[in-house]
């Protein structure tokens, strides 16, 4: 029985990370900015992680970014602030 290896995705290596004398940096393959520095390897690696995570999406909306996140469409017409940034009030009658 011979193993199957699952073959790696085209976009796995998009980025890479540089060690200098002052600490790791990370950068996208193909730009010039850098991200750093960064004490550890590891802290180097998780940034990168969190960033490759957070990233907008091509073609992706505002509306769809907020929704991901969690944040409500819902504005305060008397603040004018989002559901989550605006103190709740009590409409006295």
């Known amino acids: 029985m011979t193993p199957i290896i699952p073959e790696t995705p085209a976009d796995y290596d998009k980025t890479r990370i540089i060690e200098r ?10 730009t010039a900015e850098e991200f750093g520095p960064f004490a550890t390897l ?12 957070a990233a907008v999406e091509p073609g992706e909306t505002l509306i769809e970014a907020e929704e991901e996140l969690g944040i409500s469409d819902w504005i305060d017409p008397d603040t004018g602030e ?11 009658h």
Do not use: L, T
Not at 21 to 30: K, L, S, T
Not at 82 to 92: F, L, N, R, V, Y
């Open 42 to 53: 590891v802290e180097a690696v998780e940034d990168m992680k969190y960033n490759a995570d």
């Open 21 to 30: 004398p002052d600490g790791f940096y990370w950068q996208y393959r193909g």
């Open 82 to 92: 989002p559901a989550e940034g605006s103190i709740p009030h009590i409409e006295e």
